[in-house]
Nanobody
């Protein structure tokens, strides 16, 4: 397994931007597909973006498509989530996770998880 640590969350006004980072330990980072999930209060955790091992393939949930960008730097063992034009409904705890395939989006398909970082968007 790989250990994951997220950073970059915070409080931002609607329309603003944030970039989340997720640093992975170990030498096998490039062998994992990576995903970003989020969980808003009272809601289930949802997959919002995934990327393949080399970063060639990506998936975005409709709710973030066109506003969020997932990317990875395998040399730095880090995956990013650039979030632009943030909306109050983006308020959630954001998690990164490592899995086997970028096209899988269930929580059960990801075996390693970070501790989460809070993103709060004010109106």
């Amino acid at each position: 397994q790989v250990q994951l640590v997220e950073s970059g969350g915070g409080l931002v006004q609607a329309g603003g931007s944030l970039r989340l980072s997720c640093a992975a330990s170990g030498r096998t980072f490039s062998s994992y597909a990576m995903g970003w999930f989020r969980q808003a209060p009272g809601k289930e955790r949802e997959c919002i973006a995934t990327t393949s091992r080399a970063g060639v393939n990506t998936y975005y949930a409709d709710s973030v498509k066109g506003r969020f960008t997932i990317s990875r730097d395998n040399a730095k063992n880090t995956v990013y989530l650039q979030m632009n034009n943030l909306k109050p409904e983006d308020t959630a705890v954001y998690y990164c996770a490592a899995g086997s395939s970028w096209y899988l989006r269930r929580e059960a398909d990801f075996g390693s998880w970070g501790q989460g970082t809070q993103v709060t968007v004010s109106s």
